[in-house]
């Protein structure tokens, strides 16, 4: 899937806080279109949860999110923050697989949250909530891993404690989703 030569290189960019509950829509057939004719190549989405992968000439991953965040301001009307990582470390991280420690079950979610900035404070990893429902466990480039036990609590707000330490400027993905935009 990964492409790279002096010309293109393959990226995944992660779209945040669209369809989600019936606001900010963005139909993925209209996404890919647009990117289409923004001049990015082969562009895919995967979910209906703004991940996509595409190819372009290679760029700085800053100036690839500000262009993409100001193109779809501009296209859908309110602002949608974008994460943007080069294809072949997403490719790498899931060869890694930095959760195989964990038992899944069926109540062991496991997330990859995409931060913009790194914290301003030194985290001493792992973190792990009071109730032991959620640990964070590897900070790696601009990605955090965790993962939940939906078992010891009947709520997400774990995703709360990821904007404590990173702000709101984060995107999370269920892990399943970086497998499959490589597969």
Known sequence: MHKTNEKFKSYAAFLRGINVGGKHKVP???LSELMHKWGFVDVKTILNSGN???TIAPKPLSQIEDNLEKLLTAHFGFSIPV???DLLEIEK???QNPFAFVSVTKD????VTFVKEKPSVDIHLPIVCNDNSFQIFLIHEN???SFLDVSLIKTTDAMKEL???????ISTRNWNTLQKMIH
């Open 28 to 30: 993925m057939v209209e």
């Open 52 to 54: 996509i992968l595409f």
């Open 83 to 85: 994460f943007v990582i």
């Open 93 to 95: 991280i899931v060869a």
């Open 108 to 111: 062991i979610r496991l997330y």
């Open 143 to 145: 990605m955090v891993f």
């Open 163 to 169: 904007e404590k330490l990173f702000g709101k400027n």
